[in-house]
């Protein structure tokens, strides 16, 4: 029984360790010789940090981006920390394109020899806006690239695994306010909330024919691809300004540190690998318990559009 009257302990929170350094592998290496892997949205960012994984331990690797400037730089890293040689592809895709989709599939195919044998939905669009401003182009555009974008993906993978009769491992990268709800994103937590249960629903659907289909979500990574707004908000209710390493975002986090985007990697090549096979339908959150955090008394509420910096709604063009 500790006695509360006694001698206090200095206890100095320090939060979770710093991972190992990039380069590091925590599967064997050589787990994905021979197999392919398409990474949507590759050319930057988390997907290209999720591919720079999968290529580490041998895989081929296929990126796929909206934007052809983001595939040569990033073909070309992929090149550099592939361990075993694999073949790095690249293709321009948007995936809400189902006739462009097939045609990428029927590319990968042609010139690694093989349908791919991981998928990984990383492609979404998002950016922070109140719900009362937000236009029907913006809602359709987010909800068509992230839920019907990843369908599409999704559909064209599982289709050609089943005809073949061949196991297959897709991961979906949503968001945690798929669960709670993201205020000043109605948009993108509609369509993560859409993306967790098609994760939840295929994963029964194709379990019988040797498909595991997982979710994975990030949590605070900073890495080139954010979007100015959204960078722009994280400074703006940051009194230190700044991301990566800013003691002010890490004191904000269960783990007193942000994320490294190579964290994600290892947790996506974990779930697609052999060690994972009896784990499919899952939802993996890699954040540091971050959005689980309570506190004892809630906050002072301060609006979306407060936040954001707009004044008051005013209805007009």
Not at 140 to 145: M, N, S, W
Not at 207 to 212: H, L, R, T
Not at 274 to 290: M, W
Request: proline share 9%; hydrophobic share 40%; with cysteine.
């Amino acid at each position: 029984m500790t006695d509360s009257t006694g001698p206090a302990r200095a206890t100095t929170p320090r939060g979770l360790p710093a991972p190992p350094p990039a380069g590091a592998t925590a599967l064997p290496p050589g787990t994905y010789r021979g197999s392919l892997v398409l990474v949507t949205g590759g050319g930057t960012g988390l997907g290209k940090a999720v591919a720079a994984e999968f290529a580490r331990l041998g895989a081929d690797v296929m990126i796929v981006s909206r934007r052809a400037a983001h595939l040569e730089p990033a073909l070309e890293e992929l090149a550099r920390v592939s361990r075993d040689g694999g073949a790095m592809t690249a293709a321009v895709c948007d995936i809400r394109d189902p006739d462009r989709i097939a045609e990428v599939f029927d590319a990968a195919e042609a010139a690694h020899g093989r349908a791919p044998d991981v998928l990984v939905n990383n492609a979404a669009a998002n950016f922070p806006v109140p719900a009362e401003d937000m236009s029907p182009n913006a809602w359709r555009t987010v909800v068509d690239i992230t839920l019907n974008g990843t369908f599409y993906m999704t559909r064209e993978f599982g289709r050609r695994h089943l005809a073949a009769g061949t196991p297959g491992s897709v991961i979906a990268v949503g968001a945690s306010y798929a669960w709670t709800g993201g205020p000043g994103f109605a948009h993108s937590a509609a369509a993560k909330a859409g993306v967790k249960n098609l994760v939840e629903t295929l994963a029964v659907e194709w379990g019988p024919y040797g498909i595991q289909v997982n979710g994975l979500v990030p949590g605070l990574m900073p890495h080139e691809d954010m979007t100015g707004d959204i960078r722009a908000n994280l400074e703006r209710n940051s009194p230190g300004g700044g991301l990566g390493g800013d003691p002010d975002h890490d004191v904000r986090q269960p783990a007193l540190r942000v994320g490294a985007p190579r964290e994600l990697g290892w947790a996506a090549t974990f779930l697609a690998s052999p060690y994972a096979r009896f784990i499919s339908g899952h939802t993996l959150v890699v954040d540091g318990a971050n959005w689980q955090r309570r506190g004892l008394v809630s906050p002072p509420v301060v609006t979306v559009r407060e936040q954001m910096g707009r004044g008051p709604f005013r209805e007009g063009p």
